[in-house]
């Protein structure tokens, strides 16, 4: 009885906060205006600067491509906006302005937009945890793996695949292909194709203005960084210890945003450098809200926050051992954490 009287009052709490933070749903086009200004100038800026310092000093070039990865984030971010049908108010802007993006990112505006769309319909839902999400596996699954099949996941969830060879992929390949198979995704095919048709042009134009073995390994190792940081970003955000995940019949949309969507407490710069997108509770209970107002719209309900996973750097890092969803105790576990629990019972 105490549990749902609980679940009602978060309901009607987080109901009450959808109404607050509505009026942050309508874009401000000077807002707009200048976030393209401060995110694509820099990013060029910045590219330039690396095609010159390639012939001086390798680690300058690299430590540019790190500060550069994050403007990329940011252009990224107004992709992402864009795709969410907010950012501007005019929805044939929002496509030109997306798909400009999406020419920088390498990730395909409108099939990427529809797999991100279902995520977000799908947030935690154990029975799709393969479209827009980081494949994970609940303690009883995992237990009925085959050796061979353990062993894949444990390399599928190392560290190393996870955060660097995992995003690469992600990046460069995987957003190249229509791998998913809901019909759904059928009618955006076309669109994929053209896309990777587009920018293949655009990388061959690029090779025959500059010196293209310096702009491939440049632009190679921006988009590498950008991938790594947008994965880990999700990570955090997603498989945090606390997280929701439920099955179909059990899911609600309500405490898939809040609860099973982070806070990820940053410091201002790298707040604004990833386009508030580690507010995502918020961007989760409200995604039509433009990534501009984010910060403000958590302002006007900050005792929001205390249903959430609020999480600091630091504490991130231990995230990333995180492996499997324990149902029993309702939290992500280390595979140290399952063979403590669960070896012995096998």
């Known amino acids: 009885m105490r549990h749902s009287v609980e679940e009602a009052e978060f309901a009607s709490r987080i109901k009450v906060a959808l109404k607050v933070i509505k009026k942050y749903q309508r ?3 000077l807002k707009a205006t200048i976030q393209i200004l401060n995110s694509f100038i820099p990013f060029i800026g910045v590219w330039i600067l690396m095609y010159f310092s390639w012939d001086y000093s390798f680690w300058l070039t690299f ?8 403007f990329l984030v940011r252009i990224f971010i107004i992709q992402h906006d864009c795709g969410h049908k907010t950012f501007v108010r005019s929805g044939r802007i929002r496509k030109v302005i997306g798909y400009a993006c999406s020419l920088f990112s390498s990730i395909p505006f409108f099939y990427w937009g529809r797999s991100h769309h279902f995520h977000h319909s799908n947030n935690g839902m154990l029975e799709v945890r393969d479209i827009g999400d980081i494949t994970t596996l609940t303690v009883e699954e995992y237990r009925s793996l085959s050796k061979w099949g353990r062993l894949k996941y444990r390399l599928y969830r190392s560290t190393f695949v996870m955060f660097f060879l ?13 791998l998913i198979k809901e019909k759904e ?13 587009l920018y293949a042009g655009l990388i061959v134009a690029l090779c025959f203005i500059l010196d293209w073995k310096k702009f491939l390994i440049i632009h190679g190792m921006i988009l590498s960084v950008f991938s790594v940081i947008a994965i880990w970003f999700f990570y955090i955000q997603h498989q945090h210890e606390h997280a929701y995940k439920e099955w179909r019949n059990k899911w609600e949309y309500l405490y898939a945003a809040i609860k099973g969507s982070s806070y990820y407490k940053l410091p201002a710069l790298f707040n604004w450098l990833t386009g508030n ?7 989760h209970l409200n995604p039509t809200i433009p990534n501009y107002h984010l910060k403000k719209s958590m302002k006007s ?37 399952y063979s403590r629990l669960y070896v012995h019972s096998i």
């Open 277 to 283: 997108i580690a507010i995502h509770h918020i961007h």
């Open 301 to 337: 309900i900050e005792w929001i926050n205390q249903y959430t996973s609020e999480i600091r750097f630091w504490e991130s890092l231990k995230i990333a051992s995180h492996k499997l969803w324990d149902e029993a105790q309702g939290r992500m576990i280390t595979f140290k954490e």
């Open 185 to 197: 995704f059928k009618k955006e095919e076309a669109g994929l194709w053209i896309h990777n048709v």
């Open 27 to 29: 874009p401000n086009h």
């Open 166 to 178: 995992g995003p690469i992929y992600y990046v460069f390949i995987h957003n190249r292909l229509p």
């Open 63 to 70: 430590l540019l491509a790190l500060v550069n990865a994050f």
